[in-house]
């Protein structure tokens, strides 16, 4: 099974309907689903030498809908890369501090550090993805021009999707690499892990009667992420639609569009000088010279 890493992406300025994109995984995975560990192991590599060159950063998104696997995924695949550099950030409802900020700024103070891959679960997506479908949230936001639900129209939406851009490309142009992963999982499979989650008593505390309410809404949230992915995937910061109804499959997909992505970002150890190869030198003698 050959994975191609264009047929997932979507293009700048392409138009978006989930409907065309398949949720399901190929007949013939099943041969490859060990193919997994052998990524991890090349993900912690250039892990490290990212962080030993300390320049750049690798920022990876997951978005999707309620039960699409998200936490899953993180730790399926960050499992075996080394802890001290991937930092992962939750994104719920904002707090009345957050409140009192840009919709930005609780996202760009959690932005990875040089050396370190961060992930974010759920995003600053959600700023054009639940509040394109709840738009009374945004009044939340105190926005001095916005008087009522409105005044939150298209036209509004439009410079969201212009600000993320914005942010993205600084963010790129400054070191941090961004690549963006829809969880795209069928009503029907969602319907099925709602079911096992009720069903489990361990995964009880992970349903919410509110995802149910959410599920009443599920066309206007396929017709929100479409546009999002429209607006804003772009050559430098791309969206990726990930088919999700077997996760197994769909985490394999994302960790080798991860290991790709930072084998393109080409990390390099930092080089020695002269003067400091010879201080190497010096001390692996004293080293061997050393009495016990």
Not at 11 to 40: A, C, H, M, W
Not at 206 to 235: G, I
Request: charged letters at 30%; hydrophobic letters at 35%.
């Amino acid at each position: 099974m050959v994975i191609t890493i264009d047929e997932f992406r979507v293009p700048e300025g392409k138009s978006v309907n989930l409907k065309n994109y398949s949720t399901q995984s190929p007949e013939d995975f099943k041969k490859n689903r060990k193919r997994i560990k052998k990524i991890i192991k090349n993900i912690d590599y250039y892990q490290n030498i990212l962080n030993a060159e300390n320049k750049q950063s690798l920022l990876i998104i997951l978005q999707g809908i309620d039960a699409a696997g998200k936490d899953s995924s993180i730790r399926a695949i960050m499992t075996g890369v080394n802890p001290q550099g991937v930092v992962v950030s939750s994104f719920k409802t904002p707090s009345s501090l957050e409140y009192e900020h840009d919709y930005l700024w609780r996202h760009i103070i959690k932005m990875p550090e040089r050396g370190k891959i961060g992930i974010f679960n759920r995003s600053h997506y959600e700023n054009v993805l639940v509040c394109k479908v709840h738009p009374e949230f945004i009044l939340n936001e105190k926005i001095p021009y916005i008087n009522n639900v409105k005044d939150i129209n298209n036209e509004f939406f439009e410079k969201r999707y212009d600000e993320i851009k914005n942010f993205e490309n600084h963010m790129f142009n400054n070191g941090t690499r961004i690549i963006k992963f829809f969880l795209n999982i069928s009503k029907d499979e969602q319907k099925k892990r709602f079911i096992k989650r009720i069903n489990n008593k361990e995964k009880n505390w992970k349903f919410s009667s509110s995802d149910l309410k959410e599920r009443k809404f599920w066309n206007e949230y396929q017709k929100a992420f479409a546009l999002a992915f429209e607006k804003t995937s772009t050559e430098n910061c791309p969206w990726f639609i990930i088919p999700f109804d077997n996760k197994s499959y769909g985490q394999l997909v994302m960790a080798h569009i991860i290991n790709e992505t930072l084998k393109s970002m080409n990390p390099k150890y930092p080089e020695v000088n002269k003067q400091e190869k010879e201080a190497l030198k010096d001390a692996y003698q004293d080293l061997l010279n050393e009495k016990e």
